[in-house]
């Protein structure tokens, strides 16, 4: 990686430039996605056997979804870049005949652009499902505090309305908001009982290796 950094340096031609430029950021995505690797093996050692009595709070710590950015934003950079350099080596083998272009700033400036939108596009995949305004697509449920007995495990929307509409009587499923959850489910507790502690379990607190979720199911929000 940076024997190509220090070739892009001396380089003039426009076409080494790029293709060395792709093959860094391939580079750079690996090393996130191995960094990931590393960082979740360091993890299953810490949790070893008590994993499946420590699972709720690994599914819904922030280390699972930071976790779940760094593979996503890593994988996206590689998959992105070997993509584009595929596609500008099949312009190269098509405009075989052609003299290279040299390095000019128009060049320069396409380049640093598909670059600069290549990693934009992979950090705002990574990080849109955890915005608070995107919940009710992302959020598969919350984990409250194991002495609140009303709910256990990670209760979704419908578990939710069950008990929602027993306690305050008729509703609408539809305008079910997990804002308005929050909300009337703190309301059905007394001061006595102070703040409830819950946490969301985001949308890379699928399973235990906090990856993204590409192939959904009928039963994600």
């Not at 499946?52 to 922030?62: A, E, F, G, P, V």
């Not at 596009?121 to 697509?137: G, K, R």
């Not at 194991?146 to 009587?169: N, R």
Request: net charge positive.
């Amino acid at each position: 990686m940076v024997n190509h950094f220090c070739s892009i340096l001396k380089s003039r031609n426009i076409q080494s430039i790029t293709n060395k430029a792709f093959i860094i950021l391939i580079s750079v995505g690996d090393l996130m996605v191995g960094l990931y690797l590393i960082i979740l093996a360091s993890m299953n050692t810490a949790y070893n056997k008590n994993f499946c009595h420590q699972q709720n709070k690994w599914l819904t710590d922030d280390k699972c979804s930071l976790l779940g950015i760094l593979n996503t934003v890593g994988s996206q950079i590689s998959l992105l870049a070997m993509t584009i350099l595929s596609a500008v080596r099949a312009k190269t083998v098509k405009n075989g005949l052609i003299s290279t272009p040299k390095v000019g700033r128009k060049a320069i400036f396409s380049l640093f652009f598909q670059i600069f939108f290549l990693i934009v596009f992979s950090i705002a995949l990574a990080i849109a499902p955890l915005a608070n305004s995107l919940e009710d697509f992302f959020v598969n449920g919350l984990y409250y505090d194991p002495l609140i007995k009303l709910f256990i495990g990670f209760p979704d929307k419908e578990d939710h309305f069950d008990t929602l509409s027993q306690y305050y009587g008729r509703m609408q499923k539809k305008s079910l908001k997990w804002q308005l959850i929050n909300k009337m489910i703190q309301d059905m507790f007394t001061q006595d009982h102070g703040f409830l502690q819950k946490k969301k379990l985001d949308f890379y607190g699928n399973d235990g290796t906090c990856m993204f979720k590409f192939f959904v199911t009928p039963s994600d929000p």
